[in-house]
Every structure is written in structure tokens, then in C-alpha cells.
């Protein structure tokens, strides 16, 4: 009796271990089998994700070009003011982009800054007898503003002759060709005279002085080149124009 429940005993505890051994393999099994499907699934998802993101990029890059194929090009009509007493020119895009001034120097852009300091030399020499020949205080102002406009464009123009190697004209340069400019008689005259005399031989030269520097400075619109000097010569026009105005006024009034 006993040995038959032995045999029973044993028979048990050798048909427990089978079923653990057989239940930790199908475990093992089903954990391979999941982890190989979760890698599937993630290859899966990494595989979607860098074909999005290449045809992002694909579509982009076409967008980009598909812009900048169908960019519009301006056929619009340029409208070129014209030098002073010329009139406004409507020019293509084409003209447009070759109506450009030169940035290079030619003789008539070094003629008129060489110049142009030897006049504006004059033109301060005159300004500096106001304050103590004057009698009006509205032509003190004047002079006084004259000084402050040109000698500042005396240094610019200078510095702009070093930078390009140029020489600086002389202190005492023959100018006898310079429109506008007085004899050395006339600026012994103006040195001379003092109150209501000083103040109407000042207007009249002043005003013959500015309307020189207005044809010089028209010249170098004309036959200069240099974008630089072309600014310059344009705000010489502008701003000695405004200022024959107001003598003129002070002349009649």
C-alpha cells in the first residue's frame, strides 16, 4: 500500500516539473514572439515616418522652385527725373538698370570738386566780413548759415580727393574761369565798405557768387560720371537756389 502511494507521489512531482518546465517555455516563447512583433512594429513606424518626412521635403523643395519659377518680373515703366531745366523721362526696366551713374571718376567729376573748394573758399572769405560790416541782423544769419553749409563741404570734398589719390587744388588757383566768382577788386571793395552799403554789395556779389556754383555744379550733372559727385552737385543746386531766393527778398525789401 505504501509503495503504491510512493509511486503516486513520485508520479506527481514528475508531471509538476513537466508542466513548469512546459509553462516557462511557452512564456519564453510568447515573450520572443512579442518582442519580435513589437520590433516589427516599431521598424514599422520609424519606416513611415522617414518616408513623410522625405516627401516633406520633397515638396518643399518643389514648392521653392515652383516660387521661384513663377516669380512675376516688373515690366512696369520707370519714370527718370530729369537734370535741372530737362524734363522727366519714362524709361523701360531695361534703360532703367543702364541709366544708373558710373561709379567711376572721370576729368569733369575731379574739375568740379577741385573747383568747387576754391569757390566755396571765396564764399566763406565773404561770409566771415558779416559780423563785423553788416548792419542787418538777417544778413548776419545768412552769412552765418553760408559758413555752416560750406565749410563742412570743403572738408568732405577734400577727404574725397585724398581717398582717390587726387591732388587739392591751391589756396591760390587761378579762377578766373570759374563762374560767379569775384575779382580781387570787388572783395576789396566789400572789405571796405561796412553797414547799408557792406549789405547790398554783399547780396549782389553773394547772389552772382551762388548763381556760379549753380552753372558749375549743372555742369558736372551734365558731363560727370561718379555717382558721388552727382549727389553733391545736386545738392548744391538745392540748396544755394533756396538761399538766392531769400536774398533776393532781402534785396527788395
Same mark, same amino acid.
Given at each position: 500500500?505504501?509503495?503504491?502511494?510512493?509511486?503516486?507521489?513520485?508520479?506527481?512531482?514528475?508531471?509538476?516539473?513537466?508542466?513548469?518546465?512546459?509553462?516557462?517555455?511557452?512564456?519564453?516563447?510568447?515573450?520572443?514572439?512579442?518582442?519580435?512583433?513589437?520590433?516589427? %512594429?516599431?521598424?514599422?513606424?520609424?519606416?513611415?515616418?522617414?518616408? %513623410?518626412?522625405?516627401?516633406?521635403?520633397?515638396?518643399?523643395?518643389?514648392?521653392?522652385?515652383?516660387?521661384?519659377?513663377?516669380?512675376?518680373?516688373?515690366?512696369?515703366? /520707370?519714370?527718370?527725373?530729369?537734370?535741372?531745366?530737362?524734363?522727366?523721362?519714362?524709361?523701360?526696366?531695361?534703360?532703367?538698370?543702364?541709366?544708373?551713374?558710373?561709379?567711376?571718376?572721370?576729368? %569733369?567729376?575731379?574739375?568740379?570738386?577741385?573747383?568747387?573748394? /576754391?569757390?566755396?573758399? #571765396?564764399?566763406?572769405?565773404?561770409?566771415?566780413?558779416?559780423?563785423?560790416?553788416?548792419?542787418?541782423?538777417?544778413?548776419?544769419?545768412?552769412?552765418?548759415?553760408?559758413?555752416?553749409? #560750406?565749410?563742412?563741404?570743403?572738408?568732405?570734398?577734400?577727404?574725397?580727393?585724398?581717398?582717390?589719390?587726387?591732388?587739392?587744388?591751391?589756396?591760390?588757383?587761378?579762377?578766373?574761369?570759374?563762374?560767379?566768382?569775384?575779382?580781387?577788386? #570787388?572783395?576789396?571793395?566789400?572789405?571796405?565798405?561796412?553797414?547799408?552799403?557792406?549789405?547790398?554789395?554783399?547780396? #549782389?556779389?553773394?547772389?552772382?557768387?551762388?548763381?556760379?556754383?549753380?552753372?558749375?555744379?549743372?555742369?558736372?550733372?551734365?558731363?560727370?560720371?561718379?555717382?558721388?559727385?552727382?549727389?553733391?552737385?545736386?545738392?548744391?543746386?538745392?540748396?544755394?537756389?533756396?538761399?538766392?531766393?531769400?536774398?533776393?527778398?532781402?534785396?527788395?525789401?
Amino acid at each position: 500500500m505504501r509503495s503504491a502511494q510512493d509511486s503516486r507521489k513520485r508520479s506527481a512531482r514528475a508531471n509538476g516539473g513537466r508542466f513548469a518546465r512546459d509553462g516557462r517555455a511557452r512564456l519564453a516563447r510568447d515573450g520572443r514572439a512579442r518582442l519580435a512583433r513589437d520590433g516589427r %512594429a516599431r521598424l514599422g513606424h520609424v519606416f513611415v515616418a522617414g518616408v %513623410a518626412f522625405l516627401f516633406s521635403a520633397c515638396s518643399l523643395s518643389a514648392c521653392a522652385e515652383d516660387v521661384r519659377e513663377s516669380a512675376p518680373v516688373s515690366t512696369a515703366p /520707370v519714370i527718370a527725373p530729369g537734370r535741372p531745366g530737362e524734363e522727366a523721362r519714362t524709361l523701360s526696366p531695361a534703360e532703367a538698370a543702364t541709366a544708373v551713374p558710373s561709379p567711376t571718376v572721370n576729368a %569733369a567729376d575731379v574739375r568740379y570738386v577741385q573747383d568747387m573748394i /576754391v569757390h566755396h573758399r #571765396q564764399a566763406l572769405d565773404m561770409a566771415a566780413l558779416a559780423p563785423s560790416h553788416a548792419s542787418s541782423a538777417k544778413l548776419k544769419a545768412l552769412a552765418a548759415r553760408i559758413h555752416d553749409v #560750406q565749410e563742412p563741404e570743403i572738408r568732405v570734398m577734400t577727404s574725397w580727393l585724398d581717398r582717390e589719390h587726387l591732388p587739392r587744388p591751391d589756396h591760390h588757383a587761378d579762377h578766373d574761369d570759374m563762374p560767379g566768382m569775384a575779382t580781387p577788386e #570787388q572783395m576789396k571793395a566789400l572789405r571796405a565798405a561796412s553797414g547799408a552799403t557792406f549789405d547790398s554789395l554783399f547780396l #549782389q556779389m553773394m547772389v552772382a557768387h551762388h548763381e556760379g556754383a549753380i552753372a558749375m555744379a549743372t555742369t558736372a550733372l551734365t558731363e560727370g560720371s561718379h555717382l558721388t559727385i552727382e549727389q553733391w552737385a545736386t545738392d548744391v543746386i538745392a540748396e544755394q537756389t533756396a538761399e538766392i531766393r531769400r536774398m533776393r527778398e532781402m534785396r527788395g525789401a
